[in-house]
């Protein structure tokens, strides 16, 4: 089996369970809700904490599922330069994936999602824009004109949500930025411009930004920051002359924190286990499959190293038993079923943002990155006496 094909059984593993219960309106009823705190609980005081939880997540994971998995499939599902079986299949999902947005914002719809109570709504609306962002043709201009008037409303819901003042900023504007791309005059450049310029503000240097105004030791400068700010300004970055002076600088710092991603990954496919959020599995190396679609690699680092660090990575995840529940949907884990390892913020929504290492399949097969013979990475070089480029920072 070649690469390519992995990678795309294992992105259909993923999203087959949520688009076709989506594709039905049955999402709400099939999809189980699994939460750390709701698993292994003692007493009735933790027992009564631990459905409280559940419930509250419930408010939310749904939408978690849609807008992380769409956000992740969507290059593949605009490809246009695919054929045969594989083109076959996109066109299929492509249509599945048109029925779960409608199902998730027809106010009629069993599947109908929470687009304005609480907080977490700014978040995962973030995604879905994104994925309408990176598959403006199949995911909106062939949706039917109702549904895209029911779109437009659950993106604006959102403005009622103030966001936490970190990376979450970059969700207002990335809705914003999904605003102005569907034609809609009157999108907030305010929101756009303060993500932007705080951001700006948090940049640390060598490629990395501050979560909000303090620097944490996890993946989110590739979860969130550097593919939203990469995302945002490829849309709007020519609307206003200092957004458009940014892009270069935002540009060079997502080439050279892929080119740290591609370093951690270690000769077995295995990485560090930092920071929160993990059970977002292989998501992690977002802003690296970003640059490799965006054919941004650093330089002295191809397509195809990338290409074999990025399937290690997902093979050593997937191979572990326990990623999945019986019927296909993924578990609380980092790697295999960990429950231990989800926030409170996590639930079986939240888990969908693994998808985001698969942007990659918007390149057509024949790109580098898919034909390209076999290359160890970085590590797999460094650790088999082999020569390799010494690391230097972005200056």
Known sequence: ????????????????????????????????????????????????ASASLLADRAKYTHLEALGRLLSGMAPWLENKQLDGTEEVMRSRYAALAREAIDAGTDPESPDYMNFSDG?????????????????????????????????????????????????????????????FKLGERDWDPMRIDYALKQHEQWYLGDGAYSDGPEFHWDYYN???????????????????????????AVTGRAR??????????????????????????????????????????????????????LTAAIRRTLDMPGNFTPEGWLTIGFCGHQPDVGE?????????????????????GVHPFWSGAAEDWTSRKAWSGLSFGIDTALK
């Open 222 to 248: 590739s979860f969130v920051i550097q593919p939203m700010l990469v995302d945002v300004l490829d849309t709007v970055g020519d609307q206003y002359e200092e957004w458009n002076a940014m892009r270069e």
């Open 1 to 48: 089996m070649t690469d390519r094909n992995y990678w795309l059984e294992q992105m259909l593993a993923i999203s087959d369970p949520v688009l076709r219960a989506l594709a039905e309106r049955r999402l709400k009823e099939m999809m189980p809700i699994e939460c750390a705190a709701a698993a292994g609980t003692n007493g009735g005081d933790a027992a009564a």
């Open 344 to 364: 409170r913020y996590i639930s079986t929504g939240s888990l969908y943002l693994c998808s985001a290492v698969f942007l990659p399949l918007g390149l057509p």
């Open 119 to 179: 907080f977490q709504p700014i978040v995962d609306t973030a995604f879905l824009a994104q994925a309408l962002l990176r598959a403006p043709v199949q995911l909106w201009e062939k949706l039917e004109q109702h549904v895209k008037i029911n779109v437009i409303t659950a993106l604006k819901q959102t403005r009622t949500r103030k966001p936490v003042f970190s990376n979450w900023l970059l969700f207002a504007a990335t809705i914003e930025a999904a605003l």
């Open 256 to 309: 050279r924190f892929a080119a740290v991603l591609e370093r951690l990954i270690a000769s077995d496919g295995t990485y560090p286990p930092l920071g929160r959020s993990l059970a977002y599995r292989f998501g992690a190396f977002h802003s690296l499959a970003q640059s490799a679609l965006r054919e941004q690699l650093p330089e002295g680092i191809s397509a195809a190293q990338v290409r074999c660090a």
